[in-house]
């Protein structure tokens, strides 16, 4: 067995491979930019290289570097995580050329999946369903309109090297081709270092299934089940889950074993993932296509270990130490069920936009002490458990020149229903203050009544949020606990303030009537020693809650809710099941007299273009004194090595404008002025 490993990454997958490498034993290396120096990967290791300044083509993308700090360490073995060099042909030979173990699949099965062209063609060579598609090189917007009209609209552009979601573009007219094939060739030669583009059929009413693989160098291959990877957002994923409600048996069967086959044709071994885009309106169990596949370990790899039980970077180090499997096809069972949600550094109330900025609270749920469970001996029940893979702490920086994710969110129970409850538990519980989340958005996900029926497609959010989101719809029992938390919140303040030093008096005591205004509804709430009255009615709810506090835990009846507060000037926000409510609490005397307060009213920014998140601009398409339409595109902004394109809100004049391409631009930066 190795003695020393190196790992070629940062942030949680980094975090995570030392934690299986120190249970078995095995010293590890960790490499950081500059904008790394302090984080919990370098801290976690045992010895730490410095590769250089922030920008990954300056640091993690160097592989020069990377042996280099193998080699002055005495690392005999290299895991390069996801993402970064871990598909690269070209880093796994010069591993095999530097004598250190690449802990991944041999090059020439690199080579050969990496291109999603050339692996098309090896797939169908190898029986494997593909979707109809042009897989040709693309010369360019004229011909790529040509083939998108040939194959019929909706249709896929995609980076060759592409993954991760970036380089793609969903096209349903010429238009739309026209719009983005050069785009999805900008996204690519930045992202992967190679602009060529393929186009093929959207499949509609899509599941995106993946089949999680793993081979040793003996040539055993085996399928560890399926993962259900519907819900994404620009062809990111956001909510995983193995086993799918959606696969039957036989169709498992099915999609294992052309994975298999594929993994067969290229000599391959260790951990991968065959991606599949499956008809939702099929039937049969037949209706599933090869998309590509991954040669790595996998961002959702959490969600197979908990139903298999297997630690699937153990087998990987394993694997490339030359050791065999252990276990056959006919050993691998699926126990319960397992979701995974990403944690991001995006406001979900703008758009999604990436944000960055310094963690300045950071405080996930606990986590199980023993976050890869053992499949149980015969007979012993296995409890529900929630996992937190992070690579983050709290005073640390979550930077643009990186992937946004903060940390992933992994619950198990026995039941589908038991497995999305705990997560809306462990959401409720997570707290984070600085750069924007989306934990409200995963908590209003769960809870959404469509997924929890399975019935998911990757147009999923699209459809269901169509007009950007809000927030969770919240339910009449759950404003008025808020109400009732609001006012039992107010009341504690006012008598720890009567408490020290007499600040309300000697003998002047809080009031125990209040009026909650929560939206456009106002509560009546009586705080009693012998419990809380709303409207007039007793609610069965009991709270802990001491002024400080950063979140409130209460008992409604049987089921347990956590609140986080912060205090705002009339009263608190309090967020709780997927939505941020603003609540405004006066002592019932002085609420009548509320209504003559001055409202201040916010400046119009309607004429502005803002820059809506921390970016390059790329191009600006408009001049002064330029006509534009409503939706006409006026900028691109890159961000976090994702080009989004701003439009005009509405018809007007371009009156003046502030930035030139290749400016960085903070957040709210006018980009232009209209008449």
């Known amino acids: 067995m190795f003695k020393k490993i190196l790992v070629a990454n940062r942030g949680e997958i980094a975090c995570r491979v030392m934690r299986t490498a120190k249970k078995m034993g095995i010293a590890t290396v960790a490499v950081y930019s500059d904008a790394d120096a302090g984080a919990p990967h370098v801290l976690m290791a045992d010895e730490s290289v410095r590769l250089g300044p922030p ?96 194959i019929g609209y909706p249709v896929m552009m995609k980076a060759s090297a592409g993954g991760g979601g970036k380089g793609m573009r969903l096209a349903y007219s010429e238009q739309d081709v026209r719009e983005g094939f050069e785009a999805t060739k900008r996204e690519g030669l930045a992202s992967f270092g190679d602009d060529r583009v393929f186009i093929e059929k959207f499949i509609e009413s899509p599941r995106h299934i993946e089949i999680q693989v793993m081979g040793d160098q003996h040539g055993n291959i085996v399928y560890l089940g399926e993962r259900e990877c519907s819900i994404q957002r620009r062809h990111q994923k956001v909510v995983e889950e193995a086993p799918s409600p959606f696969v039957t048996p036989k169709m498992r069967k099915a999609m294992g074993e052309q994975a298999v086959a594929l993994a067969r044709a290229v000599g391959y071994f260790s951990a991968g993932t065959v991606e599949l885009i499956v ?16 040669t790595r370990l996998q961002v959702e790899h959490p969600v197979t270990e908990a139903v298999t039980g297997l630690d699937l970077v153990e087998l990987m180090i394993r694997v490339a130490a030359g050791e065999p499997l252990g276990f056959t096809q006919d050993d691998v069972t699926l126990t319960g069920w397992a979701i995974e949600n990403r944690v991001y550094a995006e406001d979900p109330y703008r758009g999604f936009l990436p944000s960055i900025g310094r963690l300045v609270r950071y405080a996930p749920p606990e986590s199980s002490e023993t976050p890869y469970v053992s499949r149980p001996q015969a007979g012993e029940a296995q409890e529900a458990y929630v996992r937190v893979d992070d690579g983050v702490r709290e005073g640390g920086e979550v930077s643009m020149f990186y992937d946004p994710m903060i940390a992933k969110l992994i619950t198990w129970a026995e039941t589908r229903e038991e497995a999305i409850d705990l997560q809306i538990a462990a959401l409720d519980q997570f707290e984070i203050d600085g750069p924007g989340n989306n934990i409200d958005f995963l908590s209003a996900l769960m809870q959404h009544p469509r997924f929890r029926s399975g019935a998911i497609t990757t147009g999923f959010i699209a459809e269901e949020y169509p007009d950007g989101f809000h927030g969770a719809p919240a339910s009449a029992s759950v404003i008025r606990s808020l109400a009732a938390i609001a006012a039992f919140a107010a009341t504690a303040e006012a008598d720890r303030a009567r408490r020290i030093d007499g600040q309300l008096g000697k003998r002047l005591r809080p009031p125990s009537e209040w009026s909650v205004t929560i939206g456009d509804l106002s509560h009546e709430v009586s705080i009693a020693t012998d419990g809380i009255i709303v409207d007039g009615e007793d609610l069965d709810i009991a709270l802990e809650y001491t002024p400080g506090d950063r979140t409130v835990h209460a008992e409604l009846g049987d089921e347990d809710i956590a609140v986080r507060i912060a205090r705002t000037r009339g009263g608190f926000t309090l967020t709780t099941r997927g939505a941020s409510h603003k609540v405004r609490v006066l002592p019932a005397h002085v609420a009548p007299f509320a209504q003559h307060m001055i409202t201040k009213i916010p400046p119009d920014l309607s004429k502005f273009l803002l820059c809506p998140m921390p970016g390059l601009l790329m191009r600006l398409d408009v001049g002064a004194g330029d006509k534009v339409e409503a939706g006409q595109p006026l900028a691109v902004v890159e961000a976090m090595k994702m080009e989004n394109i701003l439009r005009a809100e509405k018809a007007g004049t371009v009156k003046s404008v502030n930035a030139a391409p290749g400016d960085s631009l903070a957040v709210d930066a006018v980009i232009l002025e209209m008449e």
């Open 55 to 150: 920008p990954a083509g300056e640091s993690y993308l160097l592989a020069d570097l990377i042996l280099l700090a193998a080699k002055e360490t005495g690392a005999d073995c290299i895991h390069p995580g996801y993402g970064f060099l871990s598909e690269r042909e070209s880093f796994a030979r010069a591993c095999a050329d530097a004598g250190i173990a690449f802990v991944g699949p041999p090059p020439k099965a690199i080579a050969a999946m990496g291109d999603k062209i050339e692996s098309k063609k090896l797939a169908k060579a190898a029986g494997v369903n593909v979707v109809p598609g042009f897989l040709g090189e693309i010369a360019d917007t004229e011909e790529a309109v040509k083939i998108a009209t040939d």
């Open 279 to 294: 008809s939702g309106a099929d039937t049969t169990g037949e209706g599933f296509y090869f998309l590509e596949m991954n």
